[in-house]
């Protein structure tokens, strides 16, 4: 069975700070991973994937985030925050591919960002 | 565009009351997916299908029920057996290698 540990329900960093927001999986075959992001009241929107490609993953509104598979952590970066960028984040796990896949996405309990000015 | 369209955005439920949450995609996605999300616990899964009259059960599924009739269509009936119905419902739809398209949600709250 898959599942994601998202280490931090809240994660508080300053404009212009690094963000680091901290995920690790576990899972029996190759996983596919994702990053999304979720502002209040909305549904989720997918920042980055990882799909046995290339183990450094660039996202959109420039976050990355790079597969580890000794430490089986997927973490989410971005060098420099921005005020906008105050929102939840979730990471989540697919044994079952990219997209279509048998059971969904398995997620983590999610990560509150927030930005100090 | 496409895309999935979750409604309403808002749902009153009264005690003992069933109600329907309709998710529609027009991306031609097979699979669908209902996830139920509370504060601090995630998104934990609810049903899922992958083809037309074809569903299996989530993690959570007691006191939920599902069709899938037709490829763009998945509503979800919240049943009077589901305790604690109030929650952010989201819909998601997928196909393989096209990943994950997720709806805007429906708030629903017990009155």
């Known amino acids: 069975a898959q599942s994601v540990t998202q280490l931090g329900s809240h994660v508080s960093v300053s404009e212009g700070a690094l963000v680091l927001l901290r995920c690790n999986y576990s899972?029996?075959?190759?996983?596919?991973l994702f990053w999304y992001v979720q502002y209040p009241n909305q549904g989720l929107q997918l920042l980055l994937k990882?799909?046995?490609?290339?183990?450094l993953v660039k996202g959109i509104n420039g976050f990355e985030a790079e597969f580890k598979k000794s430490e089986t952590s997927f973490h989410l970066t971005k060098p420099s925050a921005h005020m906008s960028d105050a929102a939840e984040y979730f990471c989540?796990?697919?044994?079952?591919?990219?997209?279509?896949?048998?059971?969904?996405?398995?997620f983590g309990k999610g990560t509150h960002l927030i930005i100090q000015p | 565009d496409g895309g999935i369209t979750q409604s309403p955005k808002y749902l009153f439920r009264k005690e003992g009351q069933n109600v329907t949450l309709s998710c529609e995609q027009n991306?031609?996605?097979?699979?669908m997916y209902w996830y139920r999300q509370d504060p601090g616990q995630g998104l934990r899964l609810i049903y899922y299908?992958?083809?037309?009259?074809?569903?299996q059960k989530g993690d959570i599924a007691e006191g939920y029920s599902v069709s899938r009739e037709k490829k763009e269509s998945f509503p979800l009936t919240v049943t009077s057996a589901q305790k604690n119905p109030t929650a952010f419902y989201l819909c998601?739809?997928?196909?393989?290698?096209?990943?994950?398209?997720f709806g805007s949600g429906t708030r629903l709250t017990v009155v």
């Open positions: 899972s029996s075959v190759p996983p596919y």
């Open positions: 299908s992958q083809i037309v009259n074809d569903f």
């Open positions: 989540a796990v697919s044994e079952g591919g990219s997209g279509g896949g048998a059971d969904g996405l398995t």
């Open positions: 990882y799909t046995s490609a290339a183990t």
């Open positions: 991306l031609n996605h097979d699979a």
């Open positions: 998601a739809s997928s196909r393989a290698n096209y990943g994950y398209t």
